[in-house]
């Protein structure tokens, strides 16, 4: 969705200037007037600027760890009695990183001119839209440290599930990127001096294997510069492309897509769809609400546009699991226990069931990608690596043994 840059006034008359995300100029303004703020301007940020900053690794961010220690310590001061703004004050004096250190003051300026902690934390722009509103359910009832203790326990979950997915495909990445530096340097450096060794010993009818081998590393020696920038080139027109509405839903298809990981990526979107909603709905906010803001953290475009589908439906007076069953991403098994939550009024336990389940189904059907994948990569390596030499030694061999290769 598209940026705005604003500048509004409070009721009390101060002007604040921020930065925020919506539909359109319309749905902005509506939005502000339910918050009592009035719209002085309104700029809507360049779709190119939004994406160089996205891509600059120099962006504000705060990562998930930091943010879940910030979360930690706040859930124990609140628990032993200590007012928001003490603990903030205290909790601003041990961050490191400068971009949570002024979003924090910020955050406890706006509480101490009457602000709600979820609204001030919203306004930022760097943390979830699940935290937020797991803030509001917890203002609501009072039980802000429950809240806080439930959310820990949901980044604590989700950290965890990304810490299998990358142990287990770790190696096989080493593996290949080790193999491919291998093939560059044999590209680069070894063929092109066997080529110079064949040429001054005035080889003649070279094999074909070797002859196309040795034109494609002459050609890579020769153009290594223009290589290089295309190759940057190709990267960064990618990763704009991919920071797109259209590219974001066309790689996301891909993964669900994949012959061995898609059942692992689908698997992993419906976990996290059933995590996080599970988590919303127990802070006692409506399902309707809870489905929208689920929507944008299952970190899958496809299920994020079908979830958004299931919550008018379910706004509509559908029931959860016939809306969901009807998008054909969720499993059997997902939407029968959805249905029964549905039908007994246990559904926060159901999809905590559903979450544990299909962990131990992810955990599992990596172990036996990982099985498949280091064979397969030995393999495909061993074959291109001793292509390669073949081609390099062939000459040699057919030399010795007085065939057409002569010198």
Avoid at 391 to 400: G, S, T
Wanted: aromatic share 8%; hydrophobic share 45%; with cysteine.
């Amino acid at each position: 969705m598209p940026e705005f840059a604003c500048r509004l006034g409070t009721p009390s008359g101060d002007i604040l200037e921020e930065t925020i995300i919506a539909e359109d100029e319309t749905a902005l303004r509506h939005d502000c007037e339910r918050k009592d703020l009035f719209v002085i301007s309104v700029r809507r940020k360049s779709g190119l600027a939004r994406l160089l900053r996205n891509l600059s690794p120099l962006r504000p961010k705060v990562s998930t760890k930091e943010f879940l220690l910030f979360n930690q310590e706040l859930s124990a001061l609140i628990r032993a009695g200590l007012p928001i703004i003490a603990s903030l004050d205290i909790l601003l004096e041990r961050r490191k990183n400068h971009a949570f250190r002024a979003a924090l003051e910020d955050i406890r300026d706006r509480v101490k001119a009457g602000e709600a902690l979820s609204e001030a934390f919203n306004a930022q722009g760097l943390f979830p839209k699940i935290y937020s509103s797991t803030l509001a359910s917890g203002e609501r009832s009072g039980e802000i440290a429950t809240v806080l203790r439930r959310y820990i326990a949901y980044v604590k979950t989700l950290l965890g599930l990304r810490r299998k997915v990358t142990s287990a495909l770790i190696y096989p990445i080493i593996l290949m990127c080790l193999s491919m530096v291998l093939i560059c340097i044999l590209i680069y450096f070894v063929i092109p001096n066997f080529a110079k060794f064949y040429t001054d010993f005035g080889a003649k009818d070279l094999p074909l294997i070797t002859q196309i081998l040795v034109t494609f590393a002459t050609f890579v020696r020769g153009n290594i510069i223009v290589i290089i920038a295309v190759v940057i080139g190709a990267a960064a027109s990618f990763s704009l492309w991919r920071q797109t509405e259209a590219g974001s839903m066309a790689l996301d298809r891909l993964k669900l897509r994949l012959p061995l990981l898609g059942r692992v990526w689908n698997s992993y979107a419906i976990s996290r769809f059933s995590r996080t909603l599970s988590t919303l709905v127990s802070g006692g906010i409506p399902l309707v609400t809870s489905l929208e803001i689920t929507s944008g953290a299952i970190g899958n475009l496809v299920f994020t546009r079908n979830v958004q589908t299931v919550a008018q439906k379910v706004k509509e007076g559908q029931p959860l699991w016939d809306s969901l069953e009807k998008t054909g991403l969720f499993s059997n098994i997902s939407v029968e226990m959805i249905k029964v939550g549905e039908s007994t009024g246990a559904l926060e336990e159901m999809l905590n069931s559903i979450s544990d389940f299909l962990d131990e189904e992810i955990d599992a059907q990596l172990t036996n990608i990982v099985s498949l994948i280091e064979p397969l990569v030995l393999i495909v390596m061993a074959v291109l690596v001793g292509g390669i030499l073949l081609a390099i030694y062939y000459p040699l061999l057919q030399a010795y043994g007085g065939q057409k290769f002569s010198f």
